[in-house]
């Protein structure tokens, strides 16, 4: 029971911290599309990188952005939603393949360590 309700508040703080960062972006006087766009990156890797799993992050992100757009009836609800789910696919696809790189392969990191 506490995890759940453990998820819900990170679930909901994020959503809070997405909406943040859209008002603090615009009050900086960034382009709308600009705005949106960097703030469906975030909040699509913060939620990947909590959630983890597909059977919890692709509902939660359809969840959230079903509910912005019955709220806002704004195509650009849809870009932030494809947005966020192919920062989900692209964490998906590289997170293993970072996982395997040996780090001590790395010519910069050998420059840096001498």
Same mark, same amino acid.
């Given at each position: 029971?506490?995890?759940?309700?453990?998820?819900?508040?990170?679930?909901?703080?994020?959503?809070?911290?997405?909406?943040?960062?859209?008002?603090?972006?615009?009050?900086?006087?960034?382009?709308? +599309? %600009?705005?949106?766009? #960097? $703030?469906?990156?975030? !909040?699509? =890797?913060?939620?990947?990188?909590?959630? *983890?799993?597909? &059977?919890?992050?692709?509902?939660?992100?359809?969840?959230?952005?079903?509910?912005?757009?019955?709220?806002?009836?704004?195509?650009?609800? +849809? %870009?932030?939603?494809? #947005? $966020?789910?192919?920062? !989900?696919? =692209?964490?998906?696809?590289?997170?293993? *393949?970072?996982? &395997?790189?040996?780090?001590?392969?790395?010519?910069?990191?050998?420059?840096?360590?001498?």
């Amino acid at each position: 029971m506490m995890f759940i309700v453990k998820n819900i508040f990170v679930f909901l703080a994020s959503i809070i911290a997405l909406c943040l960062i859209v008002v603090i972006l615009k009050n900086i006087g960034m382009n709308d +599309i %600009l705005n949106i766009s #960097i $703030s469906s990156f975030v !909040f699509g =890797i913060f939620i990947t990188l909590y959630f *983890k799993e597909i &059977k919890i992050c692709v509902p939660a992100f359809f969840l959230f952005y079903t509910s912005l757009f019955f709220l806002s009836m704004s195509v650009e609800v +849809i %870009l932030m939603l494809l #947005i $966020s789910l192919l920062t !989900f696919f =692209i964490i998906k696809m590289m997170m293993p *393949k970072l996982k &395997k790189v040996n780090i001590q392969n790395i010519e910069i990191i050998k420059k840096v360590n001498n």
